[in-house]
C-alpha cells in the first residue's frame, strides 16, 4: 500500500473523456474489425450487474405505486431523470442467500450466492459456489469480444482475519465465478483496468506487434506442454488447481487472436489514471467511464462491477458521515443511523445516475448505447439491519434493445427467484438453459412488455 | 424423553462394564481398590454423567456437544475429535463453567486417563502426515522470489489482484486459484520482468510527470516536507526537479534537500533560501538531482533537514512566498540510460552468450533450476533453449533470445506453482517422505516467503538436508538472515491483523493523532516487536506482557511516553503497566475497532480466536444488534452490553467475548491511553474464560500469561498452518500436543516453535489423495 495516494490530474482527464465521448468508437472500428460485415453489424447487447451490499433502506427504496414510475422515494431521487429508461423488480428473493441450516453469515452468503444462485459452502478453506450467470454467458460470448468478461471494484479486500462467521472471504471479495473453485477478483485500481483494456500506452509497430504476438502463443504453448508434463502425476485436487491455470491460458490465447484480428489498438481518448482516488465519487467515476468505452468499442459484452464488499465499514467522509457503512445498517430503527443509510445509499444512486447519464449520452449506431443493455443494480440484501433476503432491491436499467419495457415498477410474486431474472437475461444474450440456480421459470419478457 | 436419553446412556455403559469385566474376570462382584489402576468406569463416566450431562445431553445439546456420546470406551476411537476438544476445554479450564460443581483432582484424574489411552491408541496408529494442495505462489511469495532470482524490485502487491485468505493467511494452497485475469498479469509483468533482468532492449524517449501543489498532486507532509507517489514507468536515470517558490530573509542560511525513496534516503544536496537578488515579484528556483530509479510504484519525499528556519514561522507564513522558500513540487524527467548495468545482467549471463551454444545452454540452466527450484532434465533445457531460436529468427540478438527464455520459465506452472510429487497420488496409504528439493522449498517458503538460495537448494538436491543436524542448523542460518522477517511481515502481519491498517480508517476528526506517519509508526512497531522475539528467540510470554517495545517519537507520544525523540525507532523500557505485549500496541487496538469507536465484542473475539485460540462460534442467525454507537453517551457501554448477558443466546459467547474487550477498553480506538470513555469512567474489570478475574489491562496480561500453555498452543497452530499452507487437521493434533509439550518444557522460547515444525511429520512427509470417499461424502450430502 502506499503511504498516501495520488490525485488524479484532473483538468487533464476530463479533457481527455471528453472527446472519447463525442466519438462513436464502435463505429470507428468498424472497418477494422469485420471485413465483408461491416456496417452491416447490428449493435450488441450487453449485460452488466452493479452490485451494492449491506441493504437498503427499503421505505426510502420502494414507491407505493406500482406500474408507470413518477415521484420516486428519496434514495431513487437521484435516478428520476432516468426514470423512462428503468425497471424497478420487486419480490425477487434469493432463497441461497438465507441461513437454511447453515447458520451465521448472511453477508458472506448472500453475495456468494447473488449471481451463483448457489448456497455456498461455509468454508474458510476450501471454498465452493457455482458459475456465476455473468460468466455462462461470457463463455457463450466468449469469440465474440477481446474479453469475455470484465470484473470491476472499488474496495479493497480485508487482508488479514476473517470475513463473516465462517465464510471464506472469497465470498465477499468476488461477485463472478468462473468454476465453482474459482472466483474472478475485482480489478480495483484504475491503472489496472485501463493496462488491461488499452494497453500500456507503448505503440507498436505492425512488425514488432506481430512478433510479440508470435513469441506469446509460442510461451503459451511451451506452458500448455508443461502442464500435460505434471499433470500425469498428481492427485485430483493438484489436477484441477493445473485446470484453472490451463483454462486461464486458453483464455489468453483466445484475446491474443482476437487482438489480432481485429488488428486495432484502441485510443480510449483519455489519461492513463495513476492510483486509486480517494474519492469514492471520483474513482466510481473512472470505472465506469473505462467500463463504458469498454462496452462502447465492444471489447467485451459482459461486465460485473462490486461496487463495495458486502458487510464493508467503510465510512463515508465524503457526505460528513464518519460511521462505518455496515455498523450503521444495524441501526435497530433509530432514526440517525436510519437517516445515515438512507444518505450512503442516496450518494450510491447518485453516482449511478451520472454513469446511466454517460450511457445515454453515448450515441451507437443512431441509439444510445444504453439502448443495447441491461445494467441490473441492486443488492443481496433487502433490510441490512435484519437480514432478509426477499424483495431484494433490483433495477433493470436499459431496454434491451426493445425487449424490454422500461418506465415502470413491477411487483412479482411474493418469493420469485431472483434466478428467474437470471434465467431471462441469460436468454437474452443467447444462453438458453433450462435450469440456473433455484429459478422456477425465466421471469417472462413478453409478459413484462 | 430426558428419560429416553438416560437409558440409553444407562445401556451404553452396561456394555462398558461388560466389556470391562471381560479383561477383569477374577472378581467381577468386587468393587476395585482405591490404588487400582483408573479404568473408563472410575475415572471418565462419573464426571460425565454427574457434572457434564446436565447440559449436555441429547436433548439440549449445549454449544452443540452430547456427552452421553461418550460414555462408552469405544468413543476414544470413534469420537476422537470431539475427545480431543473435551481435553483442551478441561485443560484451559473453561469447562465445567462457573456456577456448577468443579471437582479438579476428577478433573485431572479425567484428563490424564483419557490422554493416555489416547497416546496408546495413537503409537498404533499409522501417522497422516496430511497433503497440501499445488500451491501457487501468493503476491509476497512472487515479489520475494523474482528478487531472490533476478535481483529485480517487482510489486507484485501493486500489479496483482489480492489473493484470497482462508483461515486467516493468504498462502493456502486450496484458496490460492488462478483466474485469466491474473494470468494476463503474470504474461505481462514475466514480460516486464525479464525485460528488466538483462537490459537490453531501447528506452522509451524521455517524458516528464510533474507533481504540483496546485494540482493536489503532492502530500504535505510538514513545513519543510512533501510526498508524492508515483510510478517508475521504466528503470533509468532520471532528472528529479524539485519546485521552490518563494525567499527566506538575507540572511537565511542553505539548508540540507533529502530525497527518499519509499523511506530509504536516495539523495542530498545544498539548498540556497535566501534572496538571489534576480527576481523581485515572484521569487522561484528549481533544484536538480539525477537519481537511478527502479520500475515501479514508490513513494517519494523531499524535505528540508533541521529546517529550523520554519519553525520561527507562523502558520501562513509558511506558505507565503515573501517570507518562506518552500518545496511546492516534484518533477520527474526520464528514463535515460544509467551509467552501469544492473546487478540483474550478471546474474543472469554467467558466460557471455555471443560465445557459442553451450554457453546459452548454461545460462538456461542455470536460471531454469534456480526458477523451477529442483533440477531441470535435458529435454528441458532444449525445450527453453528453442526460444532462443525463435528470437534469433526474428533478427533479435541472442540475449533478447535469453530474455524470451526467462520469459517463457516465468509463467510456467514449474515457477508458479509449488508442485508436489506423489509416487501414488490417489492411495492416501501411501505416505513418504516429500523430495529433498520439495523440502528446501517448504522450508525456504516458510521462513522467507521466497526460494531456497544456493546453499539450500543443493542440500535439497544431495538429500542432506535430511538429516536432523543439517536441516537445524539450516534453520538457524535462515532465522538469522534478513530474509527470515517475512515472518514478521507475512506472518505475524496476518496472526494479529495488522495487514488490516492498509484499509482501517479511523476517523480524522475524532482522532486527529492519525495519519500515515502514525499508521507506519504502528506498523513498525509491531513489526519490529515480533522481530526481536524471533530473533532474539524470547519466550513466547513476552507477546503477552513484556517490559519492553519499540518506539519512535510521533508513537511515543501517543502512548504519553517521554524521552523518545526522533524518527526513528529504537527499542525503550517500559516502566507503568500501561503497556506491555501484543494487546497494547497501537496497531492491534487500531485495527480491532471501528472507525470512531472501540468495540469490545471485535476486541473480546480478536482475544479469543488469536490470543487464546478459541474463536467464539459464529452469532445466531439473525442478531439483535446492540447500539455500541451510542457509547459513552447516554448508557454507559457496560450497561448496554449487559444485553447480552440477558439473552441466552448471545451470554454463551458474550460472556466469553465481552469480558475480554472490557479489558482494553483503557484504549482508544487508536490505542491511546484512557481514562474515561465520553463522560463515563472506564471500567476495566473482566475475566478470562478460565475464572481468572482482572481489573486492568495490566491484570489481564498476567491472567492471559496464567494461559500460556493455551496461547502457545494457538500460535503453533497458526504457524503450522502459514507453514504448511493448509488448514489444520484432526490427524495433526498428535504433533501439535507434543510440539507443544516440548517447548513448555523448555520455557517457550518461541524460535523452538519454528524447529519443532520443521522436525514435524506434516512438514517432512506427504501422502496421496482420498478420492473415493470424499465424492462419495459429497454425492450424500447433496
Redesign the interface.
Known amino acids: 500500500?502506499?503511504?498516501?495516494?495520488?490525485?488524479l490530474?484532473?483538468?487533464s482527464f476530463l479533457r481527455g473523456m471528453g472527446a472519447a465521448i463525442g466519438l462513436p468508437l464502435l463505429d470507428a472500428m468498424v472497418p477494422a474489425l469485420a471485413i465483408g460485415q461491416a456496417r452491416a453489424v447490428k449493435a450488441p447487447l450487453r449485460m452488466a450487474f452493479a452490485y451494492v451490499p449491506n441493504g437498503i433502506i427499503m421505505n426510502e427504496w420502494n414507491p407505493a405505486y406500482e406500474g408507470k414510475l413518477g415521484e420516486l422515494p428519496r434514495v431513487l431521487k437521484p435516478m428520476e431523470p432516468h426514470r423512462d429508461d428503468i425497471l424497478m423488480l420487486g419480490n425477487l428473493t434469493h432463497n441461497t442467500g438465507r441461513?437454511l441450516l447453515d447458520?451465521?453469515?448472511?453477508h458472506g452468503r448472500c453475495s456468494g450466492s447473488y449471481l451463483t444462485g448457489i448456497q455456498v459452502k461455509k468454508?474458510?478453506?476450501?471454498?465452493k459456489a457455482g458459475v456465476s450467470c455473468d460468466q455462462i454467458v461470457a463463455k457463450h460470448l466468449a469469440d465474440q469480444t477481446r474479453f469475455?468478461s470484465l470484473?470491476v471494484g472499488m474496495e479493497?479486500?480485508?487482508?488479514?482475519?476473517?470475513c463473516d462467521?465462517?465464510y471464506?472471504?472469497?465470498y465477499t471479495?468476488?461477485l463472478s465465478w468462473?468454476s465453482e473453485?474459482?472466483?474472478?477478483?475485482?480489478?480495483?485500481?484504475p491503472?489496472?483496468l485501463f493496462?488491461?483494456l488499452f494497453g500500456?500506452g507503448?505503440i507498436l509497430s505492425p512488425e514488432a506487434r506481430a512478433?510479440e504476438a508470435?513469441?506469446?502463443r509460442?510461451?503459451l504453448d511451451?506452458?500448455g506442454?508443461?502442464?500435460k508434463r505434471?499433470e500425469a502425476?498428481?492427485?485430483?485436487?493438484?489436477r484441477r488447481?493445473?485446470d484453472?491455470?490451463l483454462?486461464?491460458?486458453r483464455?489468453?490465447e483466445r484475446?491474443i487472436e482476437r487482438t489480432e484480428t481485429a488488428n486495432a489498438q484502441i485510443d480510449p481518448h483519455m489519461e492513463k489514471p495513476?492510483?486509486i482516488p480517494a474519492d469514492f465519487a471520483e474513482h466510481f467515476k473512472l470505472m465506469t467511464d473505462m467500463i463504458t468505452i469498454a462496452f462502447q468499442a465492444d471489447l467485451t459484452r459482459v461486465v460485473t462491477f462490486l461496487i463495495t464488499r458486502e458487510g464493508t465499514?467503510?465510512?463515508y467522509?465524503e457526505i460528513g458521515i464518519?460511521?462505518?457503512h455496515h455498523?450503521?445498517t444495524?441501526h435497530?430503527g433509530?432514526p440517525e443511523?436510519i437517516e445515515k443509510v438512507t444518505q450512503i445509499n442516496t450518494y450510491h444512486t447518485t453516482q449511478l445516475s451520472a454513469w446511466v447519464d454517460k450511457l445515454k449520452s453515448t450515441p451507437e449506431g443512431g441509439a444510445r448505447l444504453l439502448d443495447n443493455m441491461m445494467l441490473v443494480y441492486g443488492a443481496g440484501l433487502s433490510d441490512g439491519?435484519?437480514?432478509l433476503h426477499e424483495d431484494l432491491p433490483t433495477l433493470m436499467i436499459g431496454n434491451a434493445a426493445g425487449a424490454i419495457k422500461t418506465g415502470r415498477r413491477v411487483v412479482y410474486r411474493k418469493e420469485t427467484p431472483m434466478c428467474n431474472l437470471h434465467l431471462a437475461m441469460m436468454d437474452r444474450m443467447g444462453v438458453h438453459m433450462e435450469h440456473f440456480g433455484d429459478a422456477t421459470g425465466e421471469l417472462s419478457f413478453a409478459e413484462l412488455t | 424423553m430426558r428419560s429416553a436419553g438416560r437409558d440409553w446412556a444407562v445401556a451404553v455403559s452396561v456394555t462398558g462394564i461388560l466389556a470391562a469385566s471381560v479383561s477383569s474376570l477374577a472378581a467381577p462382584q468386587q468393587r476395585p481398590p482405591a490404588s487400582a489402576a483408573p479404568t473408563f468406569e472410575t475415572a471418565v463416566k462419573p464426571l460425565l454423567q454427574n457434572v457434564c450431562s446436565d447440559c449436555h445431553n441429547s436433548q439440549s445439546a449445549s454449544g452443540g456437544f452430547d456427552a452421553t456420546v461418550f460414555l462408552a470406551p469405544a468413543s476414544l476411537a470413534s469420537q476422537r475429535e470431539g475427545w480431543d476438544a473435551i481435553l483442551r476445554k478441561l485443560r484451559a479450564g473453561e469447562m465445567p463453567p462457573q456456577g456448577v460443581p468443579h471437582p479438579q483432582a476428577q478433573i485431572d484424574a479425567l484428563v490424564k486417563y483419557v490422554q493416555g489411552e489416547l497416546d496408546k491408541a495413537d503409537r498404533n496408529v499409522k501417522p497422516d502426515p496430511g497433503?497440501v494442495?499445488?500451491h501457487?505462489l501468493n503476491r509476497n511469495e512472487y515479489a520475494n522470489t523474482i528478487r531472490d532470482l533476478l535481483d529485480v524490485d517487482f510489486r507484485a502487491?501493486?500489479?496483482f489482484?489480492?489473493d484470497?485468505?482462508?483461515?486467516?493467511f493468504?498462502n493456502?494452497?486450496?484458496?490460492l486459484?488462478?483466474?485469466?485475469?491474473?494470468?494476463?498479469k503474470y504474461?505481462?509483468a514475466a514480460e516486464r520482468i525479464a525485460s528488466r533482468a538483462i537490459a537490453a532492449d531501447p528506452l522509451?524517449k524521455p517524458v516528464a510527470v510533474e507533481?504540483a501543489n496546485k494540482?493536489?498532486?503532492i502530500?504535505r507532509v510538514d513545513a519543510s516536507t512533501i510526498?508524492?507517489?508515483?510510478?517508475v514507468d521504466f528503470d533509468g536515470e532520471y532528472n528529479v526537479r524539485f519546485e521552490l517558490p518563494g525567499q527566506r530573509a538575507a540572511d537565511a542560511k542553505p539548508v540540507m534537500l533529502d530525497l527518499w525513496m519509499d523511506g530509504k534516503l536516495i539523495s542530498s544536496k545544498m539548498v540556497e533560501t535566501k534572496p538571489s537578488g534576480l527576481v523581485y515579484f515572484d521569487p522561484y528556483s528549481e533544484e536538480e538531482m539525477r537519481v537511478l530509479l527502479p520500475e515501479g510504484?514508490h513513494?517519494f519525499r523531499a524535505g528540508f533537514i533541521n529546517d529550523d528556519f520554519v519553525k520561527g514561522l507562523g502558520p501562513k507564513q509558511v506558505y507565503d512566498k515573501k517570507s518562506n522558500k518552500y518545496l511546492d513540487g516534484i518533477v520527474f524527467e526520464g528514463p535515460f540510460k544509467p551509467k552501469a548495468e544492473p546487478p540483474s545482467r550478471a546474474r543472469v549471463l554467467i558466460c557471455d552468450p555471443k560465445s557459442g551454444p553451450a554457453c546459452v545452454e548454461k545460462i538456461v540452466a542455470n536460471l531454469a533450476r534456480h526458477a523451477y527450484r529442483r533440477p531441470v532434465t535435458q529435454t528441458e533445457i532444449a525445450?527453453l533453449v528453442k526460444?532462443v531460436g525463435?528470437?534469433e529468427a526474428?533478427g533479435?540478438s541472442v540475449e533478447q533470445g535469453i530474455q524470451?527464455a526467462l520469459?517463457?520459465m516465468l509463467?510456467?506452472?514449474?515457477f508458479?506453482?509449488r508442485?508436489e510429487?506423489?509416487p501414488n497420488?490417489?492411495d492416501p496409504a501411501a505416505v513418504h517422505n516429500i523430495s529433498g528439493v520439495e523440502l528446501a522449498s517448504r522450508l525456504s517458503y516458510f521462513l522467507w516467503s521466497s526460494m531456497p538460495d544456493d546453499e539450500l537448494l543443493s542440500l535439497g538436491e544431495s538429500g542432506k538436508l535430511r538429516t536432523p543436524a543439517v536441516l537445524d542448523a539450516q534453520v538457524k542460518r535462515m532465522l538469522d538472515d534478513p530474509r527470515s522477517s517475512a515472518l514478521a511481515d507475512n506472518f505475524a502481519?496476518?496472526?494479529?491483523?495488522?495487514?488490516?491498517l492498509?484499509?482501517v480508517?479511523p476517523?480524522?476528526?475524532?482522532f486527529p493523532d492519525w495519519n500515515?506517519e502514525l499508521r507506519?509508526a504502528m506498523r513498525s512497531e509491531t513489526n519490529l516487536f515480533f522481530n526481536y522475539v524471533l530473533r532474539q528467540n524470547r519466550p513466547m510470554a513476552d507477546f503477552l506482557d513484556a517490559r519492553y517495545t519499540f518506539l519512535n517519537e510521533r508513537l511515543a507520544k501517543l502512548y504519553g511516553i517521554e524521552g523518545v525523540t526522533g524518527p526513528e525507532f529504537r527499542k525503550v523500557d517500559l516502566t507503568t503497566d500501561q503497556r506491555g505485549g501484543v494487546l497494547s500496541q497501537a496497531a492491534v487496538l487500531t485495527?480491532s475497532s471501528?472507525?470512531?469507536r472501540t468495540s469490545v465484542v471485535i476486541r473480546g473475539k480478536y482475544v479469543l480466536?488469536e490470543i487464546l485460540g478459541t474463536p467464539p462460534s459464529?452469532?445466531?442467525?439473525?442478531?439483535p444488534?446492540l447500539?455500541?454507537?451510542a457509547e459513552g453517551t447516554s448508557a454507559s457501554l457496560r450497561q448496554q452490553m449487559e444485553v447480552h448477558r440477558a439473552d441466552p443466546t448471545c451470554a454463551s459467547c458474550h460472556s466469553k467475548m465481552d469480558p475480554l474487550g472490557f479489558g482494553l477498553e483503557n484504549y482508544d480506538a487508536i490505542g491511546k491511553w484512557r481514562t474515561m470513555d465520553g463522560k463515563f469512567p472506564v471500567d476495566a474489570t473482566g475475566t478470562l474464560p478460565n475464572g481468572k478475574t482482572f481489573s486492568s489491562p495490566g491484570e489481564m496480561r498476567a491472567a492471559l500469561v496464567s494461559a500460556l500453555p493455551q496461547f502457545a498452543r494457538c500460535v503453533v497452530e497458526k504457524l503450522m498452518i502459514y507453514a504448511l499452507g493448509?488448514?489444520i487437521a484432526p490427524s495433526d493434533g498428535r504433533t501439535i500436543d507434543g510440539i507443544v509439550g516440548r517447548l513448555a518444557a523448555q520455557g517457550y522460547p518461541f524460535q523452538t516453535a519454528i524447529y519443532e515444525i520443521v522436525r514435524s511429520a506434516p512438514f517432512q512427509m506427504r501422502r496421496?489423495?482420498l478420492?473415493e470417499t470424499k465424492n462419495v461424502k459429497e454425492v450424500a450430502q447433496k
Open positions: 500500500m502506499t503511504i498516501t495516494r495520488k490525485t490530474h484532473r483538468r441461513a447458520g451465521a453469515g448472511d468454508t474458510t478453506v476450501d471454498i469475455p470484473e479493497d479486500a480485508r487482508q488479514a482475519g476473517d462467521s465462517g471464506s472471504c472469497a471479495n468476488n468462473k473453485t474459482q472466483p474472478l477478483p475485482p480489478i480495483l485500481d491503472r489496472s493496462e488491461r500500456n507503448v512478433r508470435d513469441y506469446r509460442s510461451i511451451f506452458v506442454e508443461d502442464t505434471l502425476s498428481l492427485g485430483p485436487t493438484d488447481k493445473l484453472e491455470y483454462t486461464s491460458i483464455e489468453v484475446q495513476y492510483g465499514s467503510r465510512p467522509r464518519a460511521d462505518g455498523p450503521c444495524h435497530q433509530k443511523l439491519n435484519r437480514h | 497433503r494442495t499445488a501457487r502487491q501493486k500489479d489482484p489480492t484470497d485468505s482462508g483461515e486467516g493468504d493456502i494452497g486450496d484458496i486459484t488462478i483466474s485469466p485475469v491474473l494470468m494476463e504474461m505481462a522509451p507533481y494540482d493536489r498532486r502530500r510526498e508524492a507517489t508515483h510510478r510504484d513513494v525445450e526460444f525463435l528470437a526474428h533479435q524470451l520469459q517463457a509463467v510456467s506452472p514449474n508458479l506453482f508442485i510429487h506423489d497420488p490417489t502481519a496476518q496472526w494479529l491483523e495488522t495487514r488490516n492498509d484499509v480508517k476517523d480524522p476528526q475524532k500515515p507506519e485495527v471501528y472507525s470512531l480466536q459464529p452469532p445466531p442467525v439473525t442478531p444488534p447500539d455500541e454507537a493448509r488448514g496421496g489423495e478420492v
